[in-house]
């Protein structure tokens, strides 16, 4: 049985009906105090229930803790959680004193609810050790190869950083062909900045920016606008998790991008590929 | 110029493709007290802006009051707000002794900031009159033609009451061939009760249940599951609006939809084709 | 050290005036993408951090979960975490099949965060079981006579229901002096019913009407109107946690309540007295 | 008929006391797209209409647009709107050039549904301008000397700059006795500051810091750390508005405060007294 989250609804139904497990139904309502409550329909002889939430918001998490009780009270013996987008990964270390690891304060909650959790493209791979049950990581970026142009002129695949540039080579392995490059930059002297790759590598090309999440979208217009100093032909933006904050839709259109391309982790209209076949493999 | 409300930013850009305007830099920042602020960066010259905001939240609505007078603010002399989708649209008549005509209370306010309004499809086409300046209306439900498969077999087009018709009309006519019908619901005596289209009209066929808004998806998921019991091929929804609210999507996937398409006056994962060229003509 | 969450200000203020624990110094911030973090100053030589967070909103879930985390990672020993109002406390079964019990799927994520719970007169004395750490309750309505006024007419207090009169004689047994009753409903024959207490009780009597929570406040009104018909003095409302969702004052002002006095477990403008001297006791 | 908003209940109760006219029932409900709607049970004699609504948060901007439009359609002939606190009514210039000025932006949306607006102590006495229907002003300072403790030690009234002055000064006046005066920073050459009151002004007195609003309390506390360390002997807050953003509270506690006083123009915790009386006068 898949049991959707309010926010990954279409991402339940493409796992529901690439694994040939039923849709659970579900309600999600609001009482006049403000509380929610998310209930599901479990058949008798339901054995296992995948919750599948992206808790991209606060009422997400608490819904997520509903769903994984509610199919337990039901009797339902395994749960396994699946985070698309797991809300609060990020913060997976305390960067000042006196801050939270957040990830590890929401990880530590969810793994009450469940046997399993499974993510999708983490920011770090170092978030799964926040969880108190087992949890593996599914890697997704290879999808978004689906959706781009299939004539792409002498592709460049482009990473924002040195970190990010295994979800790259990924993305260029599935489309098939195309270099893999990222971003890095090199200060000689003074005010003297050497950005790679250089003013060759990108003329005339297409550019494929690949990244794990576009949050505000501040990193990758800038890096969009230097592409298109460079000539570049066509940007694409392909990127896993869809967070798209504040403008940053607008600032990616201002600063010439072709098209944005993501997956369903985070459903956006910018979503052009389910994560459900990867997904798959891994339940 | 095109200014963008934060949750018509796709929109905004494809407008502003379509027409050759400028899209308008934006910024959407929030206070720590909980206040919000649209800005806009507006150029010298710039005499008329496209203010283009889906009101689906509180917060969009008061955000749309600030693009309208930020833009006026700096000297530009003509506002068009564009209401892809208009909030609280539906509740243009008090049903209800003491209740509010929530339209009007909203369409006065969006109409102190602009000198006229274009609305896509609106639920009432009597919700024009709410507005205190000139209103116009895009009807764009053709536009819902495109992302549909071509090779549909002997395609009807349906809609779920018959007030929505000429929504399915309009999706026909734009797709080219098919037939057009509407629910409707006949009581004979007693208990027994014929609904059209009866059984034999749908069988073996494609069929494309065609509406303004789905909300809850209460609606559309019984006629699903009529058209489901009735032997269609394959059925799908069409909707302009996809709100989409709670667990409208799973109750659509549970009850046998092939596919949704939706448009971009709420831009949401279902979203798959534009109303911007429509817009264009209008603007 | 006292560490308030964000709707628990005022009382983490008032706990750390009555047990001399210091107050700590704490942020509540929130990033672009809406996601919160709350951080705490923590001194080099805190052994104990007391968390006091009344869980009203999904924020505040999380808030907490954060808070307690800060405290962990900044080296503190133990952590006690005090739910003045316990959000999703009256969840604490599954009332139809499907249903979560919240209260349990809250409380164990709050129980991966801390050493201990101090609940505050919860709705049900069994939700202290859902917690994975100790859990001990503190009766605070006996706090609820401090700002009656002195010289009530022969004072009743009265719970609105037979599961809540012990409330009812904490508050009357602190106040001094007074009887104590119950709204009790006995059907006679068809439509006949008798609601005790009846006329003679409660004309020209000042009557106190005591709960845990006014939520709504429709029973609360009700009962008001009731004491009305049959000629009450004065009616009162005492309640601990004044959660006053919707148009609940309203309710209670039109149904003629001479005031409200409630608890500092949710911070409202009816907070008239501190649970601080109750929960230090605890502590 | 005094109709509340929700935000503003306990000030509509007191109000409707205060004047004798009687309090509206009202109807705060949410549908489950997400929308809201505010209804008014309109006796058929009502020819005046208060609608008092605090607008802290842009759902209550939505929802007096709401109320207001609710009684007109129920007949009433004139509608007078009372702002206790008056959202972005410090907003009202562009600071930066493409900024809205959200106090006109809100204001003109307001005016659309009222013959008449009165405020409370707005930050800008010029934002009475932004309204399209006469706007008066409300003054309500002077009670908050009604919740000071009567003995205080040779009381100092003081404001945080000149600009507040004469909040400071109505409170004085209101309290009887004591002397006015504002925090004034002279810098005298390279790293002298002398800030005024000096240390003899306040040495062993009673101070009473005296604001319109208290927003993130950063300035407040930093002026009561300041009479701490020059020996005041114990410094109150006192101030019409109670906004208390994030961890004002506790920025204010832990700079040591001895109690803080405020109205019921938002109604929280710390609200003393009602501005009730003040605005009675004016209607």
């Known amino acids: 049985m898949i049991v959707p989250g309010s926010e990954s609804q279409a991402l339940g139904a493409a796992l529901a009906a690439e694994t040939g497990e039923p849709l659970a139904a579900v309600r999600y309502e609001r009482f006049p105090d403000g509380e929610r409550m998310a209930s599901v329909e479990v058949p008798a002889d339901a054995d296992r229930a995948v919750v599948v ?3 991209t918001t606060d009422a997400a998490h608490v819904e ?22 797991m809300g609060y990964g990020r913060q997976e270390r305390a960067f ?33 050790d926040c969880f108190d049950v087992p ?11 689906t959706p781009l142009p299939g004539g792409l002129t002498d592709p460049l695949f482009l990473s924002p950083d040195a970190g990010a540039v295994s979800l790259a080579e990924s993305v260029r392995d599935a489309y098939g062909r195309g ?17 790679t790759p250089g003013d060759a590598a990108v003329e005339g090309r297409d550019v494929v920016v690949v990244d794990d999440i576009v949050a505000t979208g501040t990193t990758m217009s800038e ?26 839709r607008t600032k990616l259109e201002r600063a010439g991008v072709e098209a944005i391309y993501a997956t369903d982790t985070i459903e956006r209209d910018v979503t052009a590929v389910s994560v459900a076949p990867a997904l798959a493999d891994a339940l």
């Open 64 to 85: 997520l803790l509903q769903l994984q009780d509610a199919v337990r009270e039901a009797g339902v013996e395994e749960v396994v959680t699946v985070l698309p987008y």
């Open 223 to 248: 890096s969009i606008a230097v592409l298109d100093d460079r000539a570049a032909a066509a940007v694409y933006v392909a990127c896993v998790h869809p967070l798209l904050a504040r403008a940053a």
């Open 179 to 195: 270099a893999v490059d990222y971003f890095d930059k090199v200060r000689h002297s003074g005010t003297e900045v050497e950005i």
């Open 96 to 128: 000042e004193p006196g801050q939270p690891v957040s990830a590890r304060a929401v990880a530590r909650a969810i793994s009450t609810g469940t046997d399993r959790v499974v993510l999708v493209d983490p920011h770090e791979a170092s978030v799964t």
């Open 53 to 55: 939430a992206a808790t």
């Open 135 to 145: 949890c593996d990581v599914v890697r997704a970026a290879s999808r978004l190869a």
